[in-house]
């Protein structure tokens, strides 16, 4: 084979090579999940959630609407993944703090609800309210109490309120 052959392959298997990364990237970017396996939110960074309700996993906008989702659905909820609000890396979920019941909102929505003679109505109930933060330092979960309010909560707490209310 000439030298010149051997030059054509090499650039046509490293073209094909950089067309397959290219690739797994586009798929990789089109598989992430953009909104919440529950209420169809957008996922923000510092909330998203992996959890498993009825054996199914999927990504949560935030610890509310999980539990939301599994109260609702009389399942049981596993938490596997949650984020810290501070930072927006991931933890384990038994060792974070949560905080539950502030006035700070979790989730962006429309809250705005129109009959058909365009009269709003006021949000009855949001699955996402009050919202639920993890935090990977129990004085972080309090400096943001200090501000927006809400209780301190370990995991089988708030995965508690999943059953009880």
């Known amino acids: 084979m000439s030298a010149r052959k051997k030059t ?3 650039v046509l298997g490293l073209i094909v090579l950089a067309m397959l990364a290219l690739g797994g990237y586009e798929f990789r970017e089109f598989r992430a999940p953009k909104e919440c396996g529950f209420c169809r939110r957008p996922l923000q960074q510092k909330l998203r959630v992996v959890v498993e309700i009825g054996g199914q996993r999927r990504e949560a906008c935030c ?3 999980a539990v939301s989702e599994s109260r609702q659905e009389h399942k049981p909820v596993r938490l596997i993944a949650v ?3 501070t930072t927006g890396h991931d933890l384990d979920p038994k060792q974070a703090w949560y905080v539950n019941h502030s006035r700070a909102l979790a989730c962006t929505h429309d809250a705005m609800h129109m009959d058909e003679m365009k009269h709003t109505d006021p949000l009855a109930f949001d699955r996402c309210s009050p919202g639920a933060f993890a935090f990977a330092k129990k004085d972080d979960a309090e ?3 200090a501000q927006n309010g809400g209780q301190v909560l370990s995991m089988e707490q708030l995965l508690g309120e999943a059953h009880t209310q």
Request: charge should be neutral; charged fraction near 15%.
């Open 83 to 85: 984020r810290d609000y």
């Open 63 to 65: 610890p509310q609407c």
């Open 8 to 10: 054509g392959l090499a």
């Open 143 to 145: 400096a943001f109490i």
